[in-house]
């Protein structure tokens, strides 16, 4: 089955400090990846969404000087937190669809715990 | 219009019963209902999927109900057993209409699920 894996799994960084965290298609090409956060017994919410060779979309009330995002290949996509503070700390999801498939289905990766002190 | 409201926000199940967990939408424009398994520190994972256009879909032990005219949808887990213990999300997405809303996923707010051995 398709896979999406994210590096690293969990970070924690200082204060005033940016962060890239990177997601991978590895065997599947997509054109498509999802950036989501999820605060502790909450559900997810969709920050951005990252388009191979274009800026991404992002949702209202992402800062998108804050959370960076770069979709350089058609395996890869980065969320760089820059100018990190404790309030960012949180679980970043990414998730992918298969571009060779006619399903709707997204494939999400292991999550990315990001501690900020 | 966006959102996808999920209940019970907690169930607690004895082994061998029925899980049922309800989702409501109001945006018509959703045309994929897929539901998530997660388990702590974990990305989402898919279990089962429906479309509008059949009222029902089993895969296993996990059946989707899905009623279009109430825009109601429902996940039922037959025969719980305590490694199916997690939280559960439903969500909603529109392809067909495209735009910026294309494949974007509105999760519902999560259904902690226990199963009693």
């Known amino acids: 089955g398709a896979v999406v894996s994210q590096h690293p799994s969990w970070v924690i960084c200082k204060s005033g400090t940016s962060v890239k965290i990177e997601c991978r298609s590895l065997?599947?090409?997509?054109?498509?990846m999802f950036w989501y956060r999820q605060f502790p017994k909450q559900s997810l919410m969709l920050m951005a969404t990252?388009?191979?060779?274009?800026?991404?979309?992002?949702e209202q009330g992402v800062e998108k000087d804050k959370f960076l995002i770069n979709h350089a290949s058609l395996t890869l996509s980065t969320l760089t937190v820059t100018s990190a503070h404790p309030e960012d700390s949180s679980f970043y999801i990414c998730?992918?669809?298969?571009?060779?498939?006619?399903?709707?289905?997204?494939?999400f990766g292991p999550g990315t715990r990001l501690t900020v002190t | 219009q966006q959102q996808v409201k999920q209940s019970p926000q907690s169930l607690i199940v004895q082994k061998g019963g029925i899980s049922i967990i309800n989702c409501a939408y109001e945006?018509?424009?959703?045309?994929?209902f897929p539901w998530y398994q997660q388990f702590p520190g974990k990305g989402p994972a898919l279990l089962i999927a429906?479309?509008?256009?059949?009222s029902e879909k089993k895969e296993g032990r996990f059946t989707i109900s899905f009623n279009k005219s109430a825009k109601q949808f429902s996940l039922h887990i037959m025969d719980s057993q305590p490694g199916d213990s997690a939280t559960y999300f439903c969500?909603?997405?529109?392809?067909?209409?495209?735009?910026?809303?294309?494949?974007?996923?509105?999760f519902g707010q999560g259904t902690i699920l226990t199963v009693h051995p």
């Open positions: 998730s992918a669809r298969d571009l060779g498939t006619h399903t709707y289905e997204q494939y």
């Open positions: 065997d599947f090409q997509a054109t498509t």
């Open positions: 990252s388009n191979e060779g274009s800026k991404a979309t992002y």
């Open positions: 945006n018509t424009a959703f045309d994929y």
């Open positions: 429906i479309r509008p256009d059949v």
């Open positions: 969500a909603a997405s529109m392809w067909a209409r495209g735009g910026t809303s294309y494949g974007k996923l509105t």
